[in-house]
């Protein structure tokens, strides 16, 4: 924003000029110097855009003197992350985020970070004051810790004392200030050998003895860590180096040597070569090598000491009277250290005029000396000729091989000159592949021998072998596709391909396996299910890759656990059985039948009675439904209730089943005889009745259902004047007069009638006394009581089975007698399904119309006349 946009006036011109002016237009707007101000407000770091930092036109005080009904404020130069609402005066965060460490530079950030801008405020147009806004930069902790070094190096003496501390140079920097700058630093991984003490210069403190020669470095975390909340921490790495002290002394691996030269060695050639070792390092281990103070001046110009490397020579300074033995002490010198001492023993042998000397010449494949045996080759397979040449015959006794090889000398020619090396026993090169076969004979002065070098070639002669045989192996069923089973394992003996083994499934494993070649880890492709297939047995091959390869098979056996994945299955949703009215209490109904595919506890069920029913229980044991209780087809012809099947897994499954049970009816209810109402009912029948009309009727009601309930009426017993002249129609219960009646008729006349039903196995039946009075009319009550009660003697008439013809015959069957038990049977099937029919509608109506029901199965009989009863009262003449 320029000037001339904040007073009006055009500044161009010289810089006195634009001075002036200025000075002219502040004392033209009469606004005193104190009025000039300075506001500090303070705002985070990193704050989102609209942050509310400070109301300028509440912070500062105008002069009374100012009236003005609208203010404005403006940056006299635009601030990216500040924003200053020209109406309010409030300030507020800007999208361009506050970043301190940014805005404030490194040399300055001790002081706190802040940025200065002027604000104008005008009132229409006119300048009115100028304000200086300072807005103080506070720090959050948005920087980690940081070190310039990742990698640090510290050197440490072995010896160096508990508690010993070694400032380190290396800091780490942190951005932000003041809790939110580094705070302390801390160690990981020191194993508690060092420790850190925090301050101005942080340093390493030595917790533990350091001996460099069991370990010279440490490699350790140093962190650290600043103030904010949370706290952010940076790491390196610090290398601590054990430096070397001489706290090692030079040994030697042992105390004493002997060694035996021949007189006429050549001069300046090795004795032998002295090492002795010191375990520190530089200066500290250098050894240097000297006689002992009593070695004889005469062994030491015979044999010349190296101080330097430790070796022995020969100086060839002999004379015939020079002794065969010397005895040489020599001292490894350390600095600052006792001497090691050892002791070394050299016999020099007189010479032969011919030496005897051992000579070999190969057989067996050589190379550099070094013999080639195949490990399957047979016994006595010779390797080499050793020939002995000993023109002195200085060699007492037979040569032989030292210690313990499948070697031996064969004479190869009677001189004895000549001998074959043979093998004593067949090699294998898994248990030794190399000899060293060292021949040996002797002569009075001097020891001879001759080292023959044997390496054994590996030959394909193991098979491979497995760890265990047969592999079993138990996994749960639903396993995830692709899951590990087991890892087989084979060895071979044999070396480098002839022992390398590869695995294959062999020819009997199912496609879902897979074994991978050269780990033996078997895996399976699928989900395994224990319904299908609980158990697997294959082979596996291990196969070496040898020439010819060899083969090792062994059976894999793979047991499939169950899982509860199976609910219990009943053969049916809808059981049906029926059974008789008299079947026993626990009798068996019938097979529930249930099955569960699972194993164990999985598959063990359990059969309940869900709804209550006390009438009916399960034998589990069994798997059969029971009858708990005496049934009656005429309280109740159908029993319908729900069994529950449940195993025993965990969590339980379970299914449901509905059972009907219908009740069979059985002859157990005789007929009943609604009309007579008792024996001593009594019925008038007039002389005029003509021959043939019906004078009484019997009804009867039979609770029972079909053949059960088919009556049939006999009159078993008569008495009166002529008791034959009335007859009963065996169906239908009809009394009918038979004869004419004449004077002499007349009279009392007592039927007894048998109602029996066609029930089987046995009939039921009911005896009811039919009375008839044959008269004009009743002129004596008293009379016919009397005869009423009076002791009755019946004509006995011939017993006859129970006639169902006369019902067949109304339903249009023929009577004959192969045809009846058809007929019954017919009957009987067909009242069995009509009860099966109806059970619905039976099931719903009340207990109060089954009676109707009875009664439209009794048979319908015309009721045309009264029965007296015995109480004279109530009777109809």
Request: glycine share 6%.
């Amino acid at each position: 924003m320029d000037l001339k946009s904040i007073f009006g006036v055009d500044f161009t011109g010289s810089v006195l000029r634009r001075y002036t002016c200025i000075l002219l237009i502040l004392s033209c707007h009469k606004i005193p110097r104190s009025l000039a101000t300075e506001l500090k407000y303070n705002v985070q770091e990193n704050e989102d855009e609209g942050v509310f930092i400070g109301n300028i036109a509440n912070d500062i005080n105008l002069a009374k003197d100012v009236e003005c009904d609208l203010l404005a404020y403006k940056f006299m130069k635009e601030m990216e992350y500040v924003m200053l609402k020209s109406e309010s005066g409030e300030l507020y965060t800007t999208k361009q985020m506050i970043d301190r460490e940014t805005l404030c530079p490194i040399e300055v950030r001790g002081s706190p970070c802040s940025q200065e801008v002027n604000v104008i405020i005008r009132c229409a147009n006119q300048y009115l004051q100028m304000v200086k806004v300072k807005i103080i930069i506070l720090d959050v902790n948005d920087n980690a810790p940081h070190f310039e070094e990742e990698m640090m190096e510290l050197s440490i003496p072995e010896n160096a004392a508990v508690g010993t501390s070694y400032a380190i140079d290396y800091f780490a920097t942190d951005n932000d200030t003041g809790e939110n700058s580094i705070q302390q630093y801390y160690l990981d991984s020191s194993q508690n050998v060092f420790g850190l003490k925090d301050g101005d210069t942080p340093s390493i403190v030595v917790l533990q003895s350091l001996d460099r020669e069991i370990k010279n470095m440490y490699e350790i975390k140093i962190i650290a860590m600043d103030g904010g909340t949370p706290p952010l921490t940076g790491t390196a790495t610090l290398l601590i180096n054990v430096q070397d002290i001489n706290d090692n002394c030079p040994v030697f691996n042992t105390s004493e040597f002997v060694f035996q030269i021949p007189e006429n060695m050549s001069a300046d050639s090795v004795v032998t070569q002295l090492h002795a070792v010191d375990a520190d390092l530089g200066l500290n281990a250098e050894i240097t090598y000297s006689y002992g103070t009593r070695v004889q001046d005469i062994s030491k110009k015979l044999f010349n000491l190296d101080s330097a490397t430790g070796r022995i020579t020969f100086s060839g300074n002999q004379s015939p009277a020079t002794q065969p033995e010397h005895k040489l002490t020599v001292l490894a010198n350390g600095p600052g250290c006792a001497p090691a001492i050892v002791q070394i023993t050299v016999v020099i042998i007189h010479n032969m005029k011919y030496d005897p000397k051992l000579e070999i010449s190969y057989i067996a494949n050589q190379v550099d000396g070094v013999i080639f045996l195949k490990e399957t080759a047979p016994v006595n397979t010779p390797i080499a000729l050793l020939e002995v040449n000993d023109p002195d015959h200085y060699l007492k006794g037979k040569l032989y091989i030292i210690g313990n090889v499948p070697f031996y000398l064969k004479p190869y020619e009677r001189a004895g000159k000549k001998h074959l090396v043979v093998t004593s026993q067949h090699l294998d090169y898994e248990l030794e592949n190399q000899y060293e076969i060292t021949i040996k004979a002797e002569d009075p002065h001097n020891v001879h021998e001759l080292t023959i070098l044997v390496q054994i070639t590996d030959e394909n002669d193991n098979t491979p072998q497995f760890h265990q045989s047969p592999f079993e192996i138990s996994v749960e069923e639903n396993n995830e596709p692709g899951a590990l089973l087991l890892k087989i394992f084979a060895t071979d003996a044999d070396s480098s391909q002839n022992g390398k083994v590869a695995y294959h499934l062999g020819p009997d494993a199912p496609t879902i396996f897979s074994i991978e070649q050269f780990t033996g880890i078997l895996t399976v492709s699928t989900t395994l299910d224990r319904e299908r297939e609980k158990l697997y047995t294959f082979t596996i091959s291990a196969i070496d890759h040898g020439t010819p390869p060899r083969r090792k098979s062994t059976i894999v056996i793979i047991h499939v656990l169950d899982q509860n994945d199976n609910v219990p299955s009943f053969l049916t949703n809808d059981y049906t059985f029926f059974i008789p009215e008299n079947f026993p209490s626990h009798g068996e109904i019938g097979v529930i039948n249930v099955t569960d595919l699972d194993a164990g506890l999985n598959g063990h069920i359990i059969v309940s009675i869900l709804n209550g029913s006390s009438d009916f229980l399960m034998d589990n044991a069994r798997g059969t439904l029971r009858c708990n209780s005496s049934v009656d087809r005429e309280r109740n012809t159908m029993h319908v209730f729900w069994v529950e099947a449940v195993d025993g897994g965990q969590p339980s499954l379970s299914a449901t089943a509905k059972i009907t049970v219908f009740v069979l009816d059985i002859n157990d209810n005789p007929p009943i005889v609604l009309l007579p109402q008792s024996n001593a009912s009594w019925l008038l029948v007039p002389p005029n009745t003509p021959q043939g009309a019906s004078v009484a009727e019997i009804y009867a009601v039979d609770y029972d259902t079909g053949i059960n309930a088919v009556m049939t009426f006999n009159i078993v017993g008569r008495n009166g004047p002529a008791p034959h002249i009335f007859g009963i129609n065996t169906a239908t219960g009809n009394i009918t007069l038979q004869e004419k009646l004449l004077h002499k008729d007349y009279g009392l006349y007592q039927l007894l009638v048998k109602v029996s039903d066609l029930g089987q196995p046995q009939p039921l039946h009911s005896m009811i006394m039919v009375n008839l009075f044959v008269n004009e009319t009743v002129s004596n009550k008293s009379y016919l009581e009397a005869l009423l009660h009076s002791q009755t003697v019946f004509t006995e008439e011939k017993q006859t089975e129970p006639n169902p013809c006369p019902l067949l015959q109304t339903l249009d069957f023929p009577c004959s007698p192969p045809v009846i038990p058809i007929a019954v049977a017919m009957i009987v099937v067909s009242v069995i399904f009509l009860t099966i029919a109806l059970y619905m509608l039976l099931s719903i109506r009340k207990k109060t119309k089954r009676k109707e029901l009875y009664k439209d199965a009794q048979i319908p009989l015309k009721i045309n006349l009264d029965y007296y009863t015995k109480d004279w009262n109530d009777a109809q003449l």
